[in-house]
Each structure stands twice: as C-alpha cells, then as structure tokens.
C-alpha cells in the first residue's frame, strides 16, 4: 500500500479494463512468490530466490509477512550474505518473537558466522520445530497473526498504476484501488498444527473499507482474500485445502473458493485435483457469476531436474459450458540454469490462451540473466467474454436471441491478446551494492466488431527500461538506499522517470524513509508536455516488538505545457496507521482427533493419560461425558440495513430506482447449542445451531427513483420491523488439544426479515412526497427470505484456564425469495434469485464454574443475491446486519469418558 508515487495517466482499454484498464505491474502475490522461490532455493539457485524475495518486501506495511522474512533470511544465508541474513533473521525475531518459524531462524541464526552474532535469545517453544515435542504423540502449535487500520486521505501518488512499468496482465485487479478519505483495516491470521503424522494450516486474511469521500454516503465495504483450511496427512501423502485460496498451476486462474486435494502416489508422480468458482475480487460473495470448474492435473518428476505438469480443466456457467482447456507445464533446474514454460489451449475454442517461457542464468560472480517470452488471451477465452458490450446479464438470457455459434464467435471478438518479452540483468557489485537492468517490450491486440459491439484499435507496440543501484548497510546496519532511472515509449507518449529511495533506522525502534520521483512525460503527437515532482515522507516507530505506528506524507506537483496553455497541480497525500501483531504457541497431548492421530488407523499407538503436571483441556472440559452439550442465550444489538437496485430491464444496463432500508437498530434475543460427541462411532462429530428473533428499529427509507426524461425523486421515510432466523450446522473436529479446538461444518440457515416504511418527506428531486405525509401511513414494506447453504470452520482457543476465545467463520450460498409493496403505486412485486455471503462471529468467554461462562462478542451477517421480479426487471439486493452480543452459557453431559482399562 505504501509505495513511491506513481504517475497520473491511466489508459483506459474497453475491452480489457478487467485486466489492463490502467497501466502497472501488481506486485508478486505472496503465495507466488513463496512458492518460486522455494523452487529456486530446491535447484540451488539462492540469489534468483533473494532477487524475488527482495520484490516481495519492497512494498507493503513496513512489517513484511512472516513468510516471505523467514524464507529471506534463509535464502540469503545460503547465498552467503551472512550479513544480510543476519539483519533479516533478527527482523524476524523482532517482529515474529512467537512465531511459527522462531524455533527454526533462531537455530540458523545462531549457525551463522558469530562476527557480529547477536546474544542468544530466550527459547520458545514452536509448532515448527519437532525438537520441541517430547513425546511422538504430542502436538504442536502455533497462532499468529496481525491487526492493522490506516486513515488514507488520499492514495491516488501511489496506487494509480506506473505507467513507466510494463503492464501486467496477471495483475490482481483489487492491487490499484484509490482510497480517498479511507478507513483501510486488514486483518490476518495464520493457524499451524503440527503432528508427527500430520500438519494443518488455517489461513484468514481479510479488510474492510469506510468510505468517507465528500458528497457521498459514507460506506463499508469488506473483502476477504484468503480464508481456507489445509491438512497434509503424512501416512498417505495426501494434501486436502478448502476455502478461499489462490493457485496458478493445473489451468487455474488466480483466487477461488473450492477445494484442492493434492495425492503423491510417488517421488514421481502426484495426482491433483481442483473444484470451485473463481473469484475476481476480494470483495465478491461466493460464488457470484455462477461459474464453476473442475479439474484434474498430473505432475512428474521425470528427472531430479526437470518436473512436467500436464493438466485438463472445464468451467461452466451453470449448465452451459463456459471454458474447456488442455494444457501443460514443466519446470528445470540445474546448478546455474532454471527454465519454466507453459501452454494452455481451450479445445472448446480452438484456440491457445496461453504460451509462457522464462529463464535465468547465475554466474559463479552470483549476476543473474533472466529473460521471459509470454503471449496470452487478455482475459483467458470463456463464454462469458461474449457478454462484454451486450444488454444480458447472463449467458442464458443472450442465448434466447442469439445461438450458441454467434456466442462463441462474439468470445473470441471480444478477447484480444497480450504479449511481452523481458531481459534483465542483475549483478551484485559488492555485499553491500548491486545493480540491476531490465527492457520489456509489449504488444496488446485489437479487437473485431460483432454483434452490434464496436471492435477497439491495438494499443501497439511499446517499450520500457530501467536501470537501478541499490546500496545496503553502508551508514548503519539495516539502511536501505535505491536510485533507479526509467524510460517508456508508450502508444502515445515518451516518458522519463528518476526515483530516489531511503531507509534510515535512526534507532532500533524509529525508522525514516524519505522518497522522491521526478518524472517528464512528452506526447508524441502533440506538442504537449508534463513534469511531476513528487517527494514523501514515511516514517515507522515501533512502540513494541508487536506495535507499530506508520505516518507518510506525500506531495505532488504536476506542471503541464500543451502550446500556450500552462496549467498547475497541486496534491497532498497522508496516511497514518498502527499495526498490531500477535501470536501464541504450545504443545497439547494428543486425544485421538482427526488431523494430529490419523496414524492410529495405520497401527501407530498413542498414550491415553495426561503427562504429569498437564492443565485440564480446555476445549474438551473435565466432565465425565461421551457427550457433551452447551446451551445459552444471548442479547445481540446492533446495526443492519437492507438496500437495492432496481434496474430497467433484466440486465444492469439502467438503473431506474433505489431503495435502502439503513441505519436501522437491530436488537434480538438467540438462543444457541452445540453437542460434541467424545467417543463411540460418533467422536469428534458435533451439531449446533441457534435461533434468534427481534426487532429493527428508528431506521429510515431512501427511496430514490432515478430521472428519465424529466422524472426522479428522492424520499424519506420512517422504517422499522422484525427480524428472525434460525441456524443448524453439522461438523467434525479435525482437531482437540489442551489449548485448542479446530472444527469444520456445513450447515443451512434461515432468515427473515420485514421492513416497514411509514410516512414520506421529499429530501431532494421531484414532488412526490410534497407536502410531508404523516407516520400514521404505511407507505411500503420489505419481506425478505434468504435460505442459505453454509460451509465453515470453528476454532476455540483457551487464554488462561478461565479465559477463552472462540471465532467462526462461514460462506453461505444462498436463494432468495422477497416481495416490496408500495401501497400507493403499484402494490406488491415478488421476486426471487440467488446469490451469496459470510457470517463471521468472535467472542471471550469467562468461566466462573467449570459449567457457567458468561462472554462478549461481535457477529456480522452479509448476503447479497441478484433477483428478477414479476414483470422481468434485475433487482440487485444487498443486506447487512453487525452488532455486538452478551451471551450466558451453561454446559452439562451425559455419559462415562473416564473409562479406562
């Protein structure tokens, strides 16, 4: 997020704006990178891994990822930067005192050459570490994890895309998004259990953003990048991940909700298998479009040097075929060479989506060649490409006016292609400087027209260079100094950049980063020049080795010449934000779940009774049960709002009318259980559920009728009503420990809400409610059903022996059925759709006995669902409800557990 100021042109592509609507390169994700750079760290090739590390940490928060730090410390040792990897192990230790790996970069810290070796640090158990359990059945674990929220008043210096960096068409496209006037909070949490048989990662990474631009409602809107659980069982060499996640192997495109199970049948050979629903965005419910694939993949280590994958994959929009593709990959490594490629062809099209080959080179002096060639369908060949330009909303509304061949052939139309070629160079002067050179040359496609949709010019044929040094420890350990020039001929302009970088830790705790890019840009078809000075200023103290505060302030001066005009700008950036980490780790005595004692099925033993010494399990409390059950109730208040769109016809092509039903108080009563069987055929199954019901009130009605021709009118109204639900979930803990509790769940839910709008004022356009009509009229009215599908997982953690945390999280695919009345127009309109959304829900628990607890929590419900009314037209529906709850719970079983031989 925070980055060197970016330019301010941003080419717009009508065709390709999901992909290249502006110009930049995103940074690597953090999945692709790890996984690249532990494939190069495999072949011996450490400065290639050091070299894509060191881009992953360029940008960001000024905490990297606990991940890609370790990994970099590692890599470095390797290459032997001692020096440098001291610095970054010891970053790590700092910021990650209880992390996952700190068991792991101790013990390489302290191998390292002791010139400058720090003292040794106190040792902390880690789940990482199998030296830490003593006992085989044993399981380690650890909880990590960090909170952080920046006020953004302006970020446009650096998130509109670097129009001087080739574009990217693998760019996420949520990497570039403006935040202006922004509450920007993320929040990740990363779980790992560890068992001699088995390891389980749980992996949570989400945000929220509050809107407060001038002019506009102020607005949230959440996101959710990663949430997905992952068991590798070691008996089997078998590997299930469920949830959302990314992946860029075997045909899939990016970020998806499904599942991936991964199976090595030998060191030769792994089967792969893959279902779910892509996900464009982090802010898109499950499941959105409707589109759906599956596929299979075969991978084989042919050589200790060379791997080739070979894959098949189909996605369909429901019941129509949306994408069918064939493909392979391969991967080579040797002492000083590695070589990647990739083809992907769409057999349904007959056509290649995709063609990629890169390579590098390193030298025993450690400089590396690398060069890369791609060409690729922008975005991949579907179906779905055909809707671009049409008044449908989906595939099977084109299809009852156009056939199936016209479909495939306005695809193809609509979908240009991408290409680019790099070299670069990089070459390590000294420890402490290196220089590196890049050129990339790209070429985007035109576009044919067809059905009734206008074909769009290739953008042509452009180029970029660059060249950077970058100086490291030469003041003080740990500075940072970069200086880069950059050139570009673009389609339509010539531009020159010189950036200028710095990071200075003045102390162990406070670190300054000055900043400066001066850039000129000259057209080339007319006379028409810009020169952009734009320094900044980042600032990072450190409160605690878990706290950080972030200040930066930026600004920007564009001066622009075009023939007698002159013109000015002047821009000021600020961002200010804390981040807070946290994290936690123990080893807990086996019990015979899932995840840490699969090997008993396979003969392993493991002890029954507790060592000596051992607090009593937390989530599996000292109560002689085979079946154990909580019961309680609880009293939720907060907030919720029900909004809508209403659009002209089935598509979202015109939008006629707005209804928001907001800033409603919503309070209820709930009562909840949940049973957990303990042994017998049943163990580790349990079975929750809750209802609630309540009211919603002092809220109001917007109800905005857009203008055509010379209508519109924007009213408000008095809006209260009732809200109940009921929820049922059926799941297995994969997981029980002393100290933790892992489960996973489907389930259904059931929720009702009726809304009902009384009197009407006219705040704005029209006459409609002129004069004010009393409260005393019902005016219109809401009912909303949402019947919804739920997947999700539970974790239970024991704080203290009285204290507990608890958090759940689950998608909900989801089928609406609602009717709005307008008592005075047209009455009732019912209509129904579908569509998707979460529940997230944390709490703290205090237990007086070892029976009654007494906790406070947050709950937030989200669904939002496309519907078509009576008469044909879209409704585009989206409700809320987040508060705050008190809940008292009482638990109690049935049954003899303390049984034993």
């Known amino acids: 997020m925070r980055r060197v100021g970016r330019s301010l042109r941003c080419v717009s592509l009508l065709v390709v704006a999901s992909i290249l609507s502006c110009r930049a390169v995103a940074e690597p994700s953090t999945e692709g990178a790890l996984e690249k750079a532990r494939e190069f760290i495999r072949a011996k090739h450490y400065a290639q891994a050091v070299s894509l590390l060191e881009q992953s940490l360029a940008g960001g928060s000024s905490i990297p990822p606990a991940e890609i730090l370790e990994l970099f410390g590692e890599a470095l040792a390797k290459a032997g930067r001692y020096q440098q990897a001291r610095l970054a192990m010891q970053d790590y230790m700092r910021f990650y005192p209880k992390g996952d790996g700190a068991a792991r970069v101790k013990m390489r810290l302290g191998a390292l050459p002791p010139e400058t070796a720090p003292p040794p640090m106190l040792a902390t158990k880690s789940a990482s570490n199998p030296g830490d359990t003593t006992n085989p059945d044993d399981v380690a674990w650890s909880m990590n994890g960090s909170l952080s929220s920046y006020f953004i008043r302006d970020d446009s210096y650096n998130a509109v895309k670097d129009i001087s960096i080739a574009p990217n068409p693998s760019a996420d496209p949520d990497a570039h998004r403006l935040h202006q006037n922004t509450f920007l909070t993320t929040f990740d949490q990363l779980i790992f259990i560890k068992h001699p048989y088995a390891k389980t990662k749980i992996k949570i990474s989400g945000m929220d953003e509050h809107r407060m631009r001038p002019g506009e409602v102020v607005s949230d809107q959440y996101g959710l990048s990663q949430a997905y659980v992952e068991t590798v069982f070691d008996a089997l060499d078998l590997s299930v991940r469920i949830g959302r996640q990314t992946r860029n192997a075997g045909g899939v495109l990016g970020r998806f909700d499904g599942a991936l199970v991964s ?24 499941l959105k479009d409707g589109r759906f694939f599956a596929g299979g993949s075969v991978d084989l280590r ?10 098949a994959i189909q996605q369909n929009m429901r019941t129509l075929l949306d994408r069918r593709a064939v493909g392979g990959e391969f991967r080579y490594f040797n002492k000083n060479l590695s070589v990647l490629g990739m083809v992907d ?47 449908f909303l989906t595939l099977y509304d084109m299809l009852k006016f156009r056939s199936q061949d016209e479909v495939r052939r306005f695809a193809i139309d609509r979908t240009p292609y991408f290409q680019s070629a790099m070299m670069s160079y990089t070459r390590p002067l000294t420890d402490k400087l290196s220089i590196n050179f890049d050129a990339t040359t790209t070429y985007v496609s035109g576009t044919l027209p067809s059905g009734g949709v206008d074909g769009s010019k290739p953008l042509g044929r452009e180029y970029y260079v660059s060249g950077q040094l970058i100086a490291n420890d030469i003041f003080a350990p740990g500075d940072l100094y970069t200086g880069a020039l950059r050139f570009a001929r673009l389609a339509d302009s010539y531009v020159y950049f010189i950036d200028l970088d710095a990071r200075f830790p003045l102390t ?47 600004t920007k001066w564009i001066d622009t010449a075009a023939g007698n005009f002159r013109g000015q700008t002047r821009d000021l950036f600020f961002t200010l934000g804390v981040r807070s980490d946290f994290g936690s780790d123990g080893i807990a005595h086996c019990v015979g779940r899932l995840t840490p004692c699969l090997a008993s099925m396979f003969g392993a033993t493991h002890a029954e009774g507790k060592a000596a010494g051992e607090r009593p399990a937390a989530a599996a409390p000292a109560l002689s049960s085979a079946y154990l059950f909580e019961v309680g109730a609880r009293y939720w208040l907060g907030g ?188 009732a309109d019912p209509a129904k759709g579908r569509g998707g959304g979460f529940e997230a829900e944390t709490a703290m628990k205090y237990a007086f006995t070892d029976r009654m607890s007494l906790g406070v929590g947050l709950k937030w419900r989200h669904l939002s669902a496309d519907a078509l009314d009576m008469y044909g037209q879209l409704l585009k529906y989206e409700v809320n409800r987040i508060g705050l709850f008190a809940q008292a719970s009482y638990r109690f079983g049935w049954g003899d557990l303390l049984k034993r031989d």
């Open 640 to 827: 919720a709002r029900t909004a809508y769109d209403y659009f002209a016809s089935d598509t979202p092509t015109l939008k006629v009318s707005s209804l928001s039903y907001d800033r409603l108080v919503a309070q209820s009563g709930e009562l909840f259980f949940r049973g957990d069987a303990r042994e017998g055929l049943l163990r580790n199954v349990f079975l929750k559920g809750n209802i609630d019901a309540g009211v919603l009130q002092s809220g109001r009605l917007l109800d905005h009728d857009y203008p055509i021709g010379d209508l519109g009118s924007l009213t408000r109204s008095a809006a209260s009503g009732r809200t109940v639900s009921a929820t049922i979930d059926l799941g297995y803990n994969i997981y029980t420990g002393e100290r933790m509790r892992v489960g996973a769940f489907v389930g259904w839910q059931s929720w009702f809400d009726a809304i009902d709008a009384k009197g009407c004022e006219q705040i704005g356009l029209g006459a409609v409610c002129f004069p004010p009509i009393s409260n005393t009229f019902r005016m219109a009215s809401e009912r909303d059903h949402f019947k919804s599908f739920r997947v999700g997982a539970a974790l239970d953690v024991a704080l203290t022996d009285k204290l507990s945390w608890s958090g759940e999280f689950a998608l909900a695919s989801t089928y609406l059925r609602a009717t709005d009345t307008h008592y005075f127009t047209f009455g």
């Open 508 to 554: 162990e705790q406070f670190r300054v980063s000055p900043r400066l890019r001066l850039g000129y840009r000259e057209d080339r078809n007319a006379p028409l020049q810009e020169t952009t000075i734009l320094p900044s200023l980042l600032l990072d103290y450190f409160v605690t080795r878990n706290l950080a505060i972030e200040a930066e302030l930026a």
């Open 345 to 391: 062809y769409d057999i349904h099209f007959n056509r290649f989506n995709a063609g990629t080959i890169s390579s590098s080179y390193t030298f025993e002096d450690g400089s590396v060649v690398a060069g890369s060639f791609d060409r690729r369908r922008v975005p991949y060949l579907a179906s779905f490409n055909a809707l671009q330009g049409q008044p």
């Open 263 to 286: 199976w090595r049948m030998s060191q030769m050979l792994r089967l792969n298998a893959v279902a779910g629903s892509a996900n464009i965005s982090r802010f898109d419910a499950p």
């Open 302 to 311: 042919l050589t200790p040097n060379l791997d080739v994958s070979l894959f």
